[in-house]
C-alpha cells in the first residue's frame, strides 16, 4: 500500500530534550515535507526537500532541522525542544512537488513540556 | 500578503441538504489551488486541483469550481460519512502551499 508513515504517533517530552520525528514514504517520489498544524493558524510548512540532499526552509523553520540522505526517508529534528513546539505535526510526499497534490502521513502529536 | 480565507468556519448540514464551501484568495500568480479532506486524528487527504478560471472538477458528490478570487466545493445530497474538515491551499510559488484554515462539515442522518 502506497503511504507515508511517521513515528511516533504520540509523543510527550521535556524542554530540551531532543528528539527526531521519522518519516517514510514508499512511492518512490521525490518531493517531501514537514507541516504543523495548529488550531486557528492551520497547517504551516516547515521544511521541504526537492530531492535528496536537497533542503530548504518553509514559513517556521526556527528550532526544526531536517535531512534527506535518502530518497524514502526526511527526519524532522528538535535539537532543543520548548513547549511552544507543541503540536500536530505531519509529513507529505508527492511525486516532484506541490503541484502534484500531497500524499499525507497519520500524523505525530508533540506536547513538550 | 498572500492569504487563503475559508468560509464557513463551521456548516452543519442534514443528509441529502445540499450546499457549498467558499475559499477565497489573495495570490500573485496562482499556479494552482488544492482541496484537501480532513478526517479527525488523520492526515489530509488530496481531493483535487483546479488551475484556471472556469475549470471543475468532480469527485462522487463533490464538485469544486474556481474563479479568478475564489474557489467553491458544492457537495450535492451529502451523506453522513463526508463529515470532515475540508481544508483549500494555493500553490503561491516555488514549493510552497498556503493552506487556508478549513471548514468543518457535518452532516447528520
Known amino acids: 500500500e502506497a503511504q507515508v508513515t511517521q513515528n511516533p504517533r504520540y509523543l510527550i517530552t521535556v524542554t530540551g530534550k531532543k528528539l527526531t520525528v521519522t518519516c517514510s514514504q514508499n512511492?518512490?517520489?521525490?518531493?517531501m515535507s514537514w507541516y504543523r498544524q495548529d488550531p486557528g493558524l492551520g497547517l504551516r510548512q516547515i521544511y521541504y526537500?526537492?530531492?535528496?540532499?536537497?533542503?530548504d526552509k518553509g514559513d517556521v523553520p526556527e528550532g526544526y532541522k531536517v535531512s534527506r540522505k535518502e530518497k524514502r526517508n526526511f527526519p524532522l529534528i528538535l535539537e532543543s525542544p520548548s513547549p511552544n513546539q507543541t503540536s500536530l505535526y505531519f509529513c507529505?510526499?508527492?511525486?516532484?512537488?506541490?503541484?502534484?497534490?500531497?500524499?499525507f502521513g497519520s500524523g505525530t502529536r508533540l506536547t513538550v513540556v | 500578503e498572500d492569504q487563503v480565507t475559508q468560509s464557513p468556519e463551521a456548516l452543519r448540514l442534514q443528509e441529502g441538504e445540499s450546499s457549498s464551501l467558499n475559499c477565497s484568495y489573495t495570490?500573485?500568480?496562482?499556479?494552482?489551488l488544492f482541496w484537501y479532506r480532513q478526517d479527525p486524528g488523520k492526515g489530509p487527504e488530496f481531493l483535487f486541483t483546479?488551475?484556471?478560471a472556469g475549470e471543475e472538477k468532480e469527485k462522487e458528490r463533490l464538485k469544486a469550481t474556481l474563479t479568478k478570487k475564489e474557489s467553491f466545493l458544492h457537495i450535492t445530497a451529502p451523506k453522513p460519512e463526508d463529515s470532515a474538515t475540508y481544508l483549500c491551499?494555493?500553490?503561491?510559488?516555488?514549493?510552497?502551499?498556503?493552506f487556508g484554515q478549513g471548514t468543518r462539515l457535518t452532516i447528520n442522518p
Open positions: 491551499a494555493v500553490h503561491q510559488g516555488a514549493q510552497k502551499l498556503v
Open positions: 495570490v500573485s500568480g496562482l499556479r494552482g
Open positions: 483546479l488551475y484556471s
Open positions: 526537500s526537492m530531492n535528496v540532499e536537497v533542503t
Open positions: 507529505a510526499s508527492s511525486y516532484r512537488g506541490v503541484a502534484y497534490g500531497y500524499t
Open positions: 512511492m518512490n517520489h521525490e518531493y
